[in-house]
């Protein structure tokens, strides 16, 4: 049993929501210049110049990518021969939530009583907190500011399994569509498909932690994915709205066993700046 101080939970978090919040994963960067290759539309070009030439600011002056520095999303694995001491585990990753939007000087965009009073609560807590038990003695942190322009047009379907692949097809282009220049595009889509319709939408959300253009490593899912970005990029949304030839960066699909008389399918909507930062204690 390897002993772990809540502490460096708290440290650990508030540094990646930093990290996150100012630096721009090499993959992303990557994903921006090679877009601004082959765009063909003038304005389109414009504003992925000026996205990169966001992220070189953000990074050189430590200020956040985008005046919305996202819902705290946080993803933990933690090895079952773990034990914390100090306090609790999910309280520590709060504290470090809220260090973070201080020291950092994130903007406080979580409201308690999502029904009623909707009060801001102040230091961007509580955090969404996916924790799964893994073999071993280490934890494993990731974490992802979302944003709610993107996150807001995001979307999840029971589909028919008579459906199949051309219904995923057709509700994710629908889903793009419907979603137009809101998420500022370009985005990136993380697909979820199959176990319950919480697994599915869970499944999207991890698939935007995947690199940039990394594809998956089932060879049907791959193929999934090209296609899916090529049939993307055809509706023409292009950056920031304007028209274009890159609507989407990438697609990245995890898929979960289902009930033989379910197809869930959710799409998670990432922007432009698909910010994530991971660390391991």
Known sequence: MREIDVN???????????????????????????????????????????????????????VPLCQDTGLAAVFAEVGQEVHFSGGSFVAAVDRGVAAAQAEG?????????????????????????????????????????????????????????????EGIINF???????????????????????????RAALLSKQALLRPAGSPSADGRLAQLEADLLEKVNALGIGPGGFGGTVTCLGVAIEEYPCHIASLPVAVNIQCNSARRAAGSL
């Open 172 to 198: 994710v282009l629908e889903t793009v569509g419907l979603a137009g220049a809101n998420p500022c595009p370009p985005i990136f889509l993380g697909v979820g498909i199959g176990g319950t319709m919480d």
């Open 105 to 165: 000087y994130l903007r406080a965009s979580v409201v308690s009583g999502a029904c009623f009073e909707r009060a801001n609560t102040g230091d961007n807590t509580p955090a969404v907190l996916h924790t799964e038990l893994v073999a071993g003695d280490r934890v494993n942190i990731t974490v992802l500011p979302k944003g709610g322009g993107s996150e807001n047009m995001s979307r999840l379907a029971m589909l028919k399994p008579a459906d199949g692949v």
């Open 8 to 62: 460096e939970v708290t440290a650990l978090v508030s540094r990646l929501f930093q990290e996150a919040n100012f630096l721009l994963p090499a993959d992303v960067i990557e994903s921006l210049q090679a877009a601004l290759a082959r765009e063909e539309s003038p304005l389109g070009r414009d504003v992925l110049e000026a996205l990169l030439k966001n992220a070189g600011i953000a990074a050189r002056e430590r």
